[in-house]
């Protein structure tokens, strides 16, 4: 990864201070957890999320939402950001949930085991969560829902990674196991390859069966 120096440095610290806008609005608090979730949309594997709590002076490089950073760039900043953060916590929940209690409910409750995991490294709860756009049931925390915060806050970016990488390395793992439906490249998204070998081998442990309905009828 290329070293910033100089104009370019200074531009990428402006850039994430404006992504600590919400984290700088409140002062008082220490411990403001992102959340993010990676694996929605997918026909196959866990959802992911993650909750990270990082230390108000911390710089991290290059941070920013998932999707708008490389998967090179990525392998690094996960480390990176488990090491710095003063806390974090993953939630999976795997695609046979998913298929008893629907996607969503799925998500929040990789959510709700994401913060549980925080808590239980810190001995309290978090402050504050700030979301990536929801309001996760069942949680007494304060929420602030965030529309496209893995955007606009350095905490929920950071989740945003942890749980992209995590998932993605879970992906890797399914792959060496069911390696003709190609999971390493697509990652259990509805592409054109992934529905061809669906069709053709049919579903595995791991497809979301209330996903793949319009694709495979299993008898």
Do not use: W
């Not at 990176?80 to 974090?88: C, R, V």
């Not at 298929?99 to 085991?113: G, K, P, S, T």
């Amino acid at each position: 990864m290329r070293t910033l120096t100089g104009e370019r440095l200074e531009k990428e610290r402006a850039r994430l201070r404006a992504m600590r806008v919400y984290e700088d609005a409140y002062p008082a608090l220490q411990y403001i957890g992102g959340i993010d979730e990676a694996g929605r949309g997918p026909l196959a594997g866990p959802v992911v999320a993650a909750c990270c709590i990082l230390p108000k002076d911390v710089e991290i490089l290059y941070l920013n939402d998932s999707k708008k950073v490389t998967p090179n760039r990525r392998e690094v900043l996960f480390p990176e950001i488990k090491e710095k953060a003063i806390a974090f916590g993953i939630g999976i929940v795997d695609a046979e949930e998913i298929d008893r209690v629907n996607i969503l409910q799925a998500d929040y409750e990789a959510m709700r085991i994401a913060i549980r995991e925080v808590e239980e490294k810190l001995h309290k709860e978090p402050e504050l969560l700030l979301n990536d756009a929801v309001t996760i049931p069942d949680v007494s925390i304060e929420q602030i829902p965030i529309i496209k915060g893995d955007a606009k806050s350095v905490s929920i970016a950071a989740a945003s990674i942890l749980a992209k990488v995590t998932r993605d390395h879970m992906m890797l793992q399914y792959d060496e196991e069911y390696p003709q439906y190609g999971f390493a490249k697509h990652k259990g998204y509805g592409t054109r390859e992934h529905i061809e070998a669906l069709k053709k081998y049919g579903p595995c442990p791991i497809h979301r069966r209330s996903f793949i309905g319009h694709f495979v009828k299993e008898s």
